[in-house]
């Protein structure tokens, strides 16, 4: 199966911007719906973004606006631009895949592979 890496993670203040990237190996991404959840300390897994095979992307409303989820499948790779990043964003993140029948795209149990996630803390 597909084998996720993510990167990107760190320790940032209020208002400054990451990139997150999650790489694939094993399987091309061509055809696969690809999304990123993130998980706060002391809570579950929640759903941040996602973007189909076609390019139509789905977020969160509290990260609309701020982050963007693209892909180039050329490269194997998912990203996660997040800017204006506030407290609330601290979490580990998390890449997630599917070969393409996640109906849900928001629930993390239709996601068939994940990487080992990155932490992102945002300081106030």
């Known amino acids: 199966q597909v084998q996720l890496v993510e990167t990107g993670g760190g320790l940032v203040q209020a208002g400054d911007s990451l990139r997150l990237s999650c790489v694939g190996s094993g399987r091309a991404f061509d055809s696969y719906i690809l999304a990123w959840f993130y998980q706060p300390p002391g809570k579950e897994r929640e759903f941040v973004a996602a973007?189909?095979?076609?390019?139509?992307?789905y977020y969160r409303p509290s990260v609309e606006g701020r982050f963007t989820i693209s892909r180039d499948n050329a490269k194997n790779t998912v990203y996660l631009q997040m800017n204006n990043l506030k407290p609330d964003d601290t979490g580990i993140y998390y890449c997630?895949?599917?070969?393409?029948?996640?109906?849900?795209?928001?629930?993390?149990?239709?996601?068939?592979?994940w990487g080992q996630g990155t932490q992102v803390t945002v300081s106030s």
């Open positions: 997630a895949a599917d070969r393409g029948g996640v109906v849900e795209h928001a629930d993390p149990n239709e996601y068939t592979s």
């Open positions: 973007i189909r095979w076609s390019g139509r992307t």
